[in-house]
């Protein structure tokens, strides 16, 4: 792991909910899941869509994580 995807992970609760975040912190904040497992997840709608950040890139913003990791939650806590 990166140096700057682990400060993300460990800031992520206090990182505004407009700021953004990259594909690493995503994959780590839903269980260490694989690239492809990501983009199932986003067509599915379990994982927001990303935002492009240049032709290869894309960016997730923290507040839609954190909403989708609280629906992900509750269904867990429902179960």
Do not use: C
């Not at 700057?4 to 269980?31: C, H, M, N, W």
């Not at 994982?47 to 509750?74: D, F």
């Amino acid at each position: 792991m990166d140096h700057q995807t682990l400060a993300a992970l460990r800031q992520f609760e206090d990182l505004p909910p407009s700021a953004y975040v990259k594909r690493p912190v995503v994959q780590i904040l839903f269980g260490s899941i694989s690239d492809e497992e990501v983009r199932r997840r986003t067509m599915d709608g379990r994982i927001p869509k990303p935002t492009k950040l240049g032709s290869r890139a894309n960016i997730w913003q923290v507040g839609q994580l954190r909403a989708a990791l609280a629906l992900l939650q509750s269904k867990v806590e429902g179960a």
